[in-house]
């Protein structure tokens, strides 16, 4: 006799064929982010960029809610949850932002992306029925060393302000998987996405703004056409739309095999460079994305 078939809840989910195609879209729309923020970056400072496209999204997400008669002020619990997801998402940016001015891009990306491995080691704690089996963990690890073929292995930091980003890409990160397991494991997973957004958006905008005052950022001149295009495609696409739909995801599948995803942002990322910036790609990134590739399989295999 056969055993029946696995009963997964939202919690241990595995991405179906629609979800992981989704996910990928995603992927593939934050990898042409990294593109769009380096394009505007010579007339809008990144910590403005953040604030510029947390502000506007807050006024389309908000749109979209009145239109839709999706309720934002119903007492249902998430004050103190959405609060808190907001003020990690802002810090969150703040040490990515600030990161990247003291360290390179290669080791950025490389310290960011450990925020799979904390989300997993979270819900350990946090969700206990979401845990990794051995061949999962193995699919964790073999996407984490496409990320290290793709970019290389960084060398010991030299300069004392390469080390304080090194340390701000780790925070970001863990700030990032922090913001996904609030989302998961409160009562944030009983409402819309968009108003999960919505606490993260507010919440970050003033932020990232006062960020953006204390670093001393300002615009010395009108942005140009190509800029402002590069942040309507943030503020329009990649937040409006892309993060909510993130969210949404966050709460129907396991946490853990969607944050493993994320290993795709950063060579579409490189792909997205190639195309549009020429940027040069390496013999090595095809046989990174390969790696990446057979670690997701693992990853969301069933248990």
Known sequence: ??????????????????????????????????????????????????AIRSFGATLIVAAWCWLRGIPLLSRDGTLAPGLAAGAFFGLEFILIYQGLAYTTATRAVLFLYLAPFFVVLGTRIFLPADRFGLHQWLGLLLSFAGMLIAFGVPTPALDPRQMTGDVMMVGGALFWAVTTLIIKASRLNRVSSEKVMLYQLVVSAPMLAAAALFAGERLAHIPSALSLGSLAYQTVWVVSVTFVVWFALVVRYSANRLSAFSFLTPLFGVAAGHLVLNEPLTPAFAAAVALVALGLVLVNRAK
């Open 1 to 50: 006799m056969s055993n029946p078939p696995p009963v997964h809840t939202s919690t241990t989910r595995p991405l179906d064929a629609l979800a992981a195609a989704i996910t990928v879209v995603l992927c593939l729309s934050w990898g042409f982010n990294q593109v769009a923020v380096k394009l505007a970056i010579h007339d809008v400072p990144p910590l403005i960029q953040g």
